[in-house]
């Protein structure tokens, strides 16, 4: 055991560590070289902020905290929660982080967030830019760019910079701003200077893992790895290639072998195969040099085959298949990541390996399916946020999203408690539905009520391709109360951060229903992958179709609670909701029958809770 004395004071200037945070911080700090620990907590438990502590007070000088989060936006969570650290007066805060007792923090985003002179438009993939960065004569390049700057320097006020501005757009404008230089390449020459990396998921694997690690010159041996929102890990990753595709490539490049063989396999019995099993190495090597332009070929290519979709969909398919399956099928051929135990080997010798996440039940699963057998500390800490949310189902009148249950009747009653059910709610209510086709059916129910009965109540609704950015511009200039209408796993429950002052505006989560959904045949095949890993049966149907409903639901209330003292209510309309405390007893939700004292409840739930417009008048 490694045993620190740690003044904490020098980590939390500002408010106490909770109990939960101290156990996460304790953990890490104390656990033996090559641990790897899974932490459990509900959102805004504090596990970005421990675990970040937690790391930083373990750290030795040779070593380097690499955080990886699944999206650029949730970077920005992580440099919240840096500046936290760093404290509140700008000269402090400086003179922290030259005399080094603040670490130094840089994120590591993409060329194609960073470009400054390639028009990066939503329908331009972003693989392109990586391309074109070597083969246009962009005067920024460090190649063409002469200009020195001072890294050490630039790293302080980058540093103050994001104290102030938490985002991936601050710095890549500061960088570009302050040195003249282009900013992904400058951005790479701060890694060295840094303490802690931020990073994308696409680093967690190769080429781009051993890239980072060369460009810090550091042996993976010293590293500290925080895996954010670690559920995503057992999430696969796939790029399916029709014959369509194949026979542009083959178009584009020649007839190369792969292609011929890839398209003849489409249409047979359908089977998951290892790649082995589908062509010789060499047979991969080949493709893989030419699509990559490390072969003679490449000079008879056009630039525009190089940043075409069916050429950067087939370098991911090339990429996938080195750390998983190939599944073939009567229309297409997929690369799939399917076992996370076998990738995550890679990290098997790092100084420590930090899992967390709000949606990481139950641990044995997920501790199993990612294949840590052994010097692994699991963390569930859910328990300690039970008295900020209030968790239940309501069975009345048979309401559930289930296909056979979907009758007008079905849609009116279901309508009608949401409308009782509203007034309970202090700030914003988020009703999730399983699809886009429910939530229509019910909102013109909805709608249709609210002018009946003369109903004071704004409907929000969210769309397929809406904009992050215009959801929480449009929902935060509301000044009273809203309604809002949004699907599961949509930008409502994952992706949208309607706060004010650490706090949420939203206070009421109702589940319209539940997104369970029947594997087919590509998935029970996966399912047999999961079953052949893990040993036990029933492992694979709660990977598949069980653990994605909790991570649902978690994911969305935690729009309810970003902060210790956030309160949210989850509501689930669904009899079928039964299931879920049989899957994971220790899941605490409580059962309604009655609409009427369920609401009575919440109000008592919600009493001398501050409402919206105290919130946003303070």
């Not at 909770?18 to 953990?27: G, I, S, V």
Request: charged content about 25%.
């Amino acid at each position: 055991m490694i045993n620190k004395v740690v003044d904490w004071a020098e980590y939390f200037p500002y408010e106490e560590p909770t109990r939960p945070q101290m156990a996460m911080m304790l953990n890490i700090i104390r656990a033996e070289p090559r641990t790897r620990i899974m932490i459990q907590n509900s959102t805004g438990g504090g596990k970005s902020i421990a675990s970040l502590v937690g790391a930083l007070a373990r750290k030795e000088p040779h070593q380097k905290i690499i955080i990886f989060c699944r999206t650029v936006s949730q970077i920005s969570s992580f440099m919240r929660e840096w500046k936290k650290v760093v404290g509140d007066v700008k000269s402090e805060a400086i003179d922290h982080i030259k005399s080094g007792k603040v670490a130094k923090i840089v994120p590591m985003i993409g060329k194609a967030k960073l470009c400054r002179m390639i028009d990066h438009t939503p329908d331009f993939p972003s693989e392109a830019v990586g391309v074109l960065c070597h083969m246009i004569p962009c005067s920024l390049h460090p190649s063409r760019n002469e200009t020195k700057f001072s890294r050490e320097l630039a790293i302080v006020d980058s540093n103050i910079k994001m104290w102030y501005n938490p985002s991936t757009d601050m710095f890549k404008n500061f960088l570009f701003r302050k040195t003249g230089q282009c900013p992904y390449y400058f951005q790479n020459a701060l890694l060295k200077t840094a303490d802690i990396i931020v990073t994308t998921y696409p680093f967690i694997s190769d080429p781009l893992l051993s890239y980072l690690l060369e460009s810090v010159e550091i042996a993976l041996e010293d590293c500290i790895f925080i895996f954010d929102e670690a559920h995503n890990l057992a999430l696969n990753e796939k790029v399916k290639l029709t014959k369509i595709d194949l026979m542009r490539l083959e178009e584009n490049f020649g007839s190369i072998f792969l292609f011929n063989y890839l398209s003849e396999l489409i249409g047979s019995k359908p089977r998951m195969y290892h790649s082995q099993e589908v062509a010789e190495s060499y047979v991969w090597d080949e493709a893989e040099q030419i699509v990559s332009m490390r072969d003679e070929q490449f000079h008879s290519v056009d630039l525009n085959v190089l940043i075409q979709s069916e050429t950067l969909k087939f370098k991911d398919f090339l990429r996938i298949r080195k750390i998983g399956y190939i599944h073939v099928n009567e229309d297409s051929v997929t690369a799939v990541r399917v076992a996370p135990n076998e990738w995550l080997s890679t990290f098997d010798n790092a100084e420590l390996q930090i899992y967390m996440s709000g949606t990481l039940r139950p641990l044995n699963i997920f501790q199993s399916l990612f294949g840590f057998n052994d010097r692994v500390i699991t963390l569930d800490l859910d328990a300690n946020y039970d008295q900020n949310q209030f968790k239940c189902y309501l069975r009345y009148n048979g309401i559930s999203s289930k296909l056979s249950r979907r009758t007008p009747e079905n849609f009116l009653n279901m309508a009608d408690v949401i409308l009782k059910l509203y007034p309970r709610s202090p700030r914003h209510v988020l009703v999730v539905f399983p699809s886009y086709g429910l939530l229509n059916q019910v909102k013109e129910v909805l709608t249709n009520l609210v002018r009946s009965r003369q109903l004071d109540i704004e409907i929000i609704s969210e769309k397929p391709g809406m904009l992050l950015s215009e959801i929480q511009q449009f929902v935060n200039f509301k000044k009273s109360k809203v309604l809002i209408l949004g699907v599961s796993s949509g930008k409502f429950t994952e992706g949208v951060e309607l706060v004010r002052e650490g706090k949420s505006l939203i206070s009421m989560l109702i589940f319209a229903g539940l997104p369970f959904h029947n594997p087919d045949k590509s998935k029970e095949d996966e399912m047999k992958i999961i079953r052949s890993l893990i040993g036990k049966y029933y492992a694979s149907d709660q990977i598949y179709r069980f653990i994605p409903i909790f991570q649902a639901i978690s994911q969305a209330l935690g729009r309810t609670v970003r902060s210790g003292v956030d309160r949210g209510a989850l509501i689930i309309l669904d009899f079928r909701a039964q299931i879920l405390k049989k899957k994971d007893p220790q899941y605490k939700i409580r059962e309604y029958w009655d609409p009427d004292l369920l609401g009575e409840h919440l109000s008592k739930f919600f009493v001398n809770y501050p409402t919206l417009e105290e919130v946003l008048s303070d």
